[in-house]
């Protein structure tokens, strides 16, 4: 997992900072309802704000960092992590997600929106670990608040996980969230 967070990292902040030269940055929080499933099994999850929850991957990442132009482009990062320790037994969650997404309105107060990405879902439990890539796609819409220097945002999103040699199943979740951006300068 080491290995794959620095050169990860490092392209995000490449990716901003190239985004950044002709747009505005904005961070977020994202609040999510979950419905997670495998062959074995379904559960639900609520995240405010969201996280990578205790024993599956939520598609609710807590975190939005990203750069958004005036022409509708938008990169951001979404991360959660979550850690649970008693009696010298820890277990991590940790929930990385790059996404591209494209307003359909973007001078409009409100505009619709797709958008799709990927990343990694990681989790270790004593001293076993595993790192599996996750890949999605959502639609939502965005309102513009206090003269464009916040948004509010609504969006339905699906996002497989890759099963794994360790025993992490292969599984969908379909997830309805509910975002909060504050513009760092404006595009």
Not at 13 to 31: E, T
Not at 101 to 109: G, L
Not at 116 to 123: D, I, N, Q, Y
Request: hydrophobic content about 40%; aromatic content about 14%; proline content about 5%.
């Amino acid at each position: 997992m080491r290995r794959l967070l620095i050169p990860i990292l490092v392209a995000i902040c490449c990716l901003c900072a190239a985004v950044s030269a002709h747009a505005g940055g904005f961070a977020g929080v994202n609040y999510g309802l979950t419905f997670f499933n495998t062959d074995d099994a379904s559960i639900t999850t609520f995240a405010a704000p969201g996280t990578a929850p205790i024993f599956t991957p939520a598609s609710v990442p807590g975190l939005r960092i990203g750069a958004r132009s005036a022409n509708g482009n938008e990169f951001h990062f979404d991360a959660g992590v979550m850690m649970l320790s008693t009696e010298g037994t820890t277990y991590t969650t940790l929930q990385l997600l790059i996404s591209y997404q494209r307003e359909f309105a973007p001078q409009s107060d409100v505009s619709p929106y797709a958008n799709f990405g990927g990343g990694l879902f990681h989790t270790s439990f004593f001293d076993e670990g595993s790192t599996n890539p996750q890949f999605g796609a959502g639609f939502g819409v965005r309102k513009r608040v206090a003269e464009g220097w916040g948004d509010i945002r609504f969006e339905a999103r699906v996002d497989h996980y890759f099963e794994d040699s360790s025993g992490f199943q292969a599984a969908n979740a379909i997830s309805l969230q509910l975002g909060f951006d504050l513009m760092f300068t404006k595009p």
